[in-house]
């Protein structure tokens, strides 16, 4: 059975100081071992660690910085715009305002400019009328003069000197027009 | 009658120091032990080197883990014991720690099962390359004086100093390398004698007792075993090295 294997093999054991003691050969080896692990350690892999490690920082400081320019820059811009839109306002607020004062002052002159051809008008339609009246009430005076001397040649019955008794004629009317003021 | 069957199914030992005689298989004196040195040997540089070979800006989850367990090893062990002069002893402490980690994880590891580190070779070698490390750090440091400081405390009356300079003689340069050699040593082929234990009556049950409990329970152990054995090897590489940055940092102010 193999517990009294075991346990055999347990009292048969022979002295045990060969567990306790380096075995030469293995010490050898082991020192070379060692010698090898450290060499290749500190000859590839610490390294490369540390020149990951230090890629890494590298470049999360230089993403940092890119990102911090692109902000600036996008800051720049925005400001640009910024600017160039106020100015816009601006300037529309100017036009706006130049163009509402125009308008104004061209009303303005237009009201004016209508103004005096109304009392333009006016003036001449008055002149016009008065004159026409002066020239009808010229004709009218004639007409009646004529009237009057055809009238008064059918009474007396013979022909007046026309240009001879015109002027007596037109002093009556005068006299009549003078009455009828008073 | 039954041991040829067994012995067709398990190597039996005719003795249980079976379990650590390991004769010549090649010239040189290279055994099966020696040729688990190189093993561990070249998985340590591998482990360490390959997933940081090609410096990557977001590095491989492997090469996460070796950054993590370098800073430990870096910062954790070295500089939180020694200070600020740590860097001058990472050469000797990370080699270590993780030749030493695969070492004792050999324990558990598959077609392996064997603990480097329970022969005697490499935790002697070790303890003898930090004894002279911290001696000669002594010495570099203060001179003769290291060794006046290290033998009589401050604080001790004279009459006393005839009792307290050889032990402590005794315990900074005898006891202090032989115990971090052995600490290892016992604490690795303990864990395989039992694992040895444990696997072998396994084996036995279920080739003489095809019983499901009657080889479950061996069973079940060795499995608990196994688990405890991976916190043993890494626990034991993390006390060797952080007790070789103590004692470092001691020879540094050997004055306190």
């Known amino acids: ?182 | 009658m039954t041991v040829p069957v067994l012995a067709q199914v398990v190597e039996v030992p005719s003795n249980v120091n079976h379990l650590f005689d390991w004769p010549a298989v090649l010239p040189f004196g290279i055994n099966r032990v020696v040729l688990l040195m190189f093993l561990a040997t070249l998985a340590t540089f591998l482990f360490l080197y390959l997933p940081v070979r090609t410096p990557r800006v977001v590095p491989s989850k492997m090469g996460v883990v070796v950054e993590t367990l370098v800073n430990f090893v870096r910062n954790g062990i070295a500089r939180d014991t020694i200070g600020p002069e740590s860097a001058k002893y990472e050469w000797l402490l990370i080699p270590m720690f993780f030749w030493l980690l695969f070492l004792n994880l050999f324990e558990i590891t598959p077609l392996i099962h064997f603990p480097v580190t329970s022969r005697m070779a490499i935790p002697a070698l070790l303890a003898g390359l930090v004894w002279v490390t911290f001696v000669f750090v002594g010495l570099k440091k203060h001179g003769l004086s290291y060794i006046k400081h290290s033998l009589i405390p401050p604080g001790v009356p004279k009459a006393l100093l005839v009792l307290v300079i050889p032990i402590e003689l005794l315990s900074t340069f005898l006891i202090r390398p032989i115990s971090l050699a052995v600490r290892l040593f016992a604490n690795m082929i303990a864990g395989h004698i039992m694992l040895a234990v444990f696997f072998l009556t396994t084996a036995s049950y279920f080739v003489f007792e095809p019983k499901v409990v009657a080889f479950a329970i061996p069973l079940a152990f060795a499995i608990v075993i196994t688990a405890f054995e991976i916190f043993v090897a890494v626990l034991q590489a993390f006390i060797f090295t952080l007790l070789t940055a103590v004692y470092i940092e001691s020879s540094i102010n050997v004055e306190h």
Request: no cysteine.
């Open chain 1, 1 to 182: 059975m193999a517990p009294d294997l075991l346990i055999l093999a347990a009292e048969e054991e022979k002295s045990g100081l060969f567990l306790i003691l380096p075995d030469v050969s293995e010490l050898i080896w082991g020192a070379v071992s060692f010698v090898v692990i450290v060499f290749l350690v500190w000859k590839f892999a610490m390294p490369a660690l540390d020149r990951a490690l230090g890629d890494r920082q590298a470049a999360v400081v230089s993403q940092l910085e890119e990102a911090e320019d692109a902000k600036g820059a996008a800051e720049r811009l925005r400001d640009d715009y910024q600017r160039r839109l106020d100015e816009g306002v601006q300037r529309a607020d100017q036009i706006m305002e130049s163009a509402r004062s125009d308008a104004e002052s061209l009303r303005q002159e237009i009201i004016d400019r209508a103004e005096a051809e109304a009392v333009q008008i006016t003036e001449r339609a008055r002149a016009e009328a008065e004159s026409e009246r002066a020239r009808v009430l010229e004709e009218a005076r004639q007409e009646i003069t004529s009237l009057s001397l055809d009238i008064a040649e059918k009474v007396v019955g013979t022909r007046i000197d026309a240009s001879g008794h015109q002027e007596l004629v037109e002093r009556y009317i005068r006299e009549l027009e003078r009455e009828t003021a008073e």
